[in-house]
């Protein structure tokens, strides 16, 4: 990479990280003015990195996400958008103080990592590649937002519970909208993910002969898959809401990062050009 795009790169950073400063002061000081300031930083940063994922892909002559970096990068590209969405639909700016670090954290992780741009395996240059790692990212963010709705329900339920409520209990939406944001997210991010497993399925065929190898990722996905969709019979037959949905989304969240980071490391298969 050029010198030029690094530091393209790096006051993408910087608008990350200031835009989650602006929602933490109005977090704590639930001051408008922050909470607006925080979204169009966020919005800023959000168009920049359009750019430089538009940029590689040029390059590329490709859809760019096979490294790591890339990987990194898109995904909290998705991020953004899927919280952007979420905050001008619902009018609620609490969120970016949990959403935006997350992002922050993606995007300085792939700062300092080999960014070059390197040839693509002749397996990812299909237009299949596009449709499923899209759809996949896109469940992936909405699984990271029901993740920060069922935080803020735990840490909102459990204040009410302790009677000891501190300053910052004002600053959280009600348990009862927390728990139907959570829902929401996980509904979006299941039909993602559904699509995600089928496209990949398709391209898995027409690359490899097969539409399902086992191969770790496919497994680790389908176990992801079955997760949510005990979330999803449990809010529908069960009657699961609160804190069994919120408890359900934190764990859907760490089996994600694994299936998205771990598989990638620890268990090397078809899938692992993350790791590269």
């Known amino acids: 990479m050029t010198f030029s795009y690094q530091t393209i790169f790096s006051f993408l950073v910087f608008l990350y990280v200031s835009s989650a400063i602006g929602y933490f002061f109005f977090f704590t000081t639930q001051k408008q003015k922050f909470g607006l300031l ?9 168009i920049l990195h359009t750019g430089l994922v538009a940029y590689r892909c040029l390059v590329f002559k490709s859809f760019a996400v096979s490294g790591l970096y890339e990987s990194l990068s898109f995904f909290a590209w998705v991020i953004v958008l899927v919280y952007m969405i979420s905050e001008f639909r619902h009018k609620q700016h609490i969120d970016g103080v949990f959403v935006l670090p997350l992002a922050v954290s993606l995007v300085a992780y792939a700062s300092v990592i080999n960014s070059d741009i390197r040839p693509l395996p002749a397996v990812l240059r299909s237009p299949w590649m596009a449709v499923h790692v899209t759809l996949c990212f896109l469940s992936y963010a909405c699984f990271t937002l029901a993740f920060c709705f069922a935080i803020m329900y735990i840490w909102q339920e459990k ?15 009600a348990l009862e909208f927390l728990d139907r944001l959570g829902y929401r997210a996980v509904v979006f991010g299941f039909v993602f993910l559904s699509l995600g497993i089928v496209s990949g399925s398709i391209w898995a065929q ?56 771990g598989v990638s490391f620890l268990l090397p298969g078809l899938h692992s050009y993350l790791s590269k």
């Open 38 to 46: 925080g979204f169009v930083l966020a919005f800023s940063g959000w």
């Open 159 to 173: 204040e009410l519970k302790s009677r000891k409520i501190d300053v910052f209990f004002f600053r959280l939406p």
């Open 206 to 261: 027409k690359a490899w002969g097969t539409f399902w190898s086992w191969d770790p990722k496919e497994t680790f996905s389908l176990i992801l898959w079955f997760l949510y969709l005990v979330y999803l019979h449990g809010r529908l037959i069960a009657f699961w809401r609160g804190k069994k949905s919120a408890n359900l989304a934190i764990i859907g969240f760490a089996v994600m990062l694994f299936t998205y980071l």
